[in-house]
């Protein structure tokens, strides 16, 4: 997947993270390798899924890479910087490039706030604007992701499962963030409400130049929105390649395994979506 | 504005509830303050009788409902046989210490539990939050009569404290400011004992209602937008563990009035205990009803408090109302 000429916006290397645990009975200490040496390039403008079976340490991943948790060895090179190295402060700065949409939007937004305030408050602890653009900039995000102007007051209770994930995504897309990563977003919604929001992915990233990582273990999902595909195993990367030709020629044994059990074969794979894709 | 009358209504009717249920109860019970009389030969039944026709035993049920009702609007609560007075001043004077240590014990045991809980949160199964935790359930395991008796021995070999009692016999000489400080020392060990005997189920609550809004999604998702810690811990995480805790604050208040009973006998504190001990030996029924009546007013108002918190507190419950 790696050339030369190739203008990445992430690469991560060697990353490992370990988790200690404490046996019950014994009380003895051991630890839990959830990243075993994950090495991983995401061009800009990409759209890549990272797919797996669950355990696989994907949202391991993703929650180091939206520095959310510290690995325990490696680089994030996002940008020509290394996250991991940076100073608080610079650190603060760089968490506004990199955004997380969770799975479960019910459970991601502060069920006591409007949504107008989840989607000014990255804003406003990045002291952007004043009160009265933050508020402004709230308003189109809200108004970018499909929601009236008019649900701005409203609670994430009195909204539904589409809508509150699409608060979710114009809170991610506040700071204008470069990479966009996606956890299961699109999980837990009906299949009109998750293409209705993947096309306004499409469109967000024709607009912002977003580069996405989506992770999923819909495969399905994955023929729709991703360019490339990175398969993870255990902690470790054991393929990366565009989409269409990891679905019609995989190398690695665990792929194709993992493609036989969600029942796809090239045949999913039809032109237009291998146009699509591009 | 709809929200507090209903639940305002609401109390009333459950007071009134617990008025005639009470009433019904304690008339089913056997005997009565009058039946010691009759055991004195001295006495004869007639005089019993008679007694019993001054005091209105000898009505039908409902009529002596009805007066004791009245007696209770009026704030005169019923007449007590064994004072031969009526239970409204007995009761207001005592009450008004209960309400004193009461308040002062609720008061510390949240001031100490509030903080130590948040912080063992914080610290979640690191080796503070393990020491702690084993001392609150020590605290827990002790008896609360074993931990009065504790503190009045603390009380007499020290002698850092009164052994007993609301003020020294010299109160009434003292200056305004010396009358304080003689209350403060009076209340510190019963407020003290209160306090312990509240504060582990209290950091129970505050410790396991954080450690879930600290890792609850939403606070995660609040972290990767770079919201600093401090800003997480108390605009995030402590509003969504408070509804729990608002409602745990509510009981507190509900149950301060037999929470202290105890520690008023043990420590002779001038307050409600001793009399509602003295007035069930006695089957001094209308005192007895008073102190069912205000431990329930107590208990409401606990609740309504909570929820007039919760309805201020979280706008969920206002947008539902």
Known sequence: ?278 | MRFIARRVVHSILILIAVSFLSFTLLQWAPGDYFDGLRMNPRISPETVNGLREKFGLDQPFLVRYERWMRSVAAGEMGFSFAYDSPVGPLLWARAGNTFLLGGCSTLLAWFLALPLGIWMAVRKGRWHDRLFSVVMSTLLAIPDLLLFLLLLLLALRTGWFPAGGMTSSGFDELNLWGKVLDLVRHLALPSLGLAAVAMPILVRHIRAAMVQALESPFLLAARGHGIPHQRLLWRYALPAASNPLISLFGLSIAGMLSASAIVEVVLSWPGLGPLMVQSVLARDVYVVLALILLSSIFLVSGNLLADLLLYASDPRIRVEQ
């Open chain 1, 1 to 278: 997947m790696n050339s030369p000429e190739m203008d990445f916006l992430l690469s991560v290397r060697g990353l490992t993270k370990q988790y200690a645990q404490k046996r019950l009975i014994s009380g003895a200490h051991f630890t839990v390798e959830a990243l075993r040496g994950v090495n991983l390039n995401v061009p800009r403008g990409a759209a890549m899924a990272l797919v797996g079976e669950s355990g696989a340490g994907k949202s391991t991943l993703v929650r180091c890479l939206a520095l959310l948790e510290k690995p325990t060895h490696g680089e994030i090179d996002f940008e020509g910087h290394d996250l991991l190295t940076l100073s608080s402060k610079k650190l603060f700065r760089a968490r506004r490039e990199i955004q997380l949409v969770f799975q479960d939007p019910t459970s991601s937004l502060n069920p006591r706030m409007t949504a107008l305030e989840i989607v000014a408050e990255p804003l406003e602890v990045q002291r952007e604007g004043t009160k009265d653009t933050r508020r402004r900039s709230a308003i189109e995000l809200l108004d970018q992701v499909g929601l009236p102007t008019s649900s701005g007051q409203k609670l994430p209770f009195e909204f539904s499962g589409g809508q509150r994930q699409r608060i979710a995504i114009a809170r991610a897309l506040a700071l204008r963030p470069k990479l966009l990563i996606l956890d299961e977003a699109f999980s837990n919604l009906d299949l009109a409400t998750r293409d209705s929001l993947l096309q306004l992915l499409f469109e967000l990233q024709a607009r912002h130049s977003l580069t996405y990582i989506h992770v999923s273990h819909d495969l399905r999902l994955v023929t729709d929105v991703a360019s490339e595909v990175a398969v993870m195993y255990e902690g470790r990367i054991v393929e990366h390649a565009p989409t269409a030709e990891l679905f019609t020629r995989a190398k690695s044994e665990y792929t194709r395994l993992l493609l036989e059990a969600m029942e796809i074969d090239s045949a999913v794979i039809d032109d237009h979506t291998v146009e699509v894709m591009r």
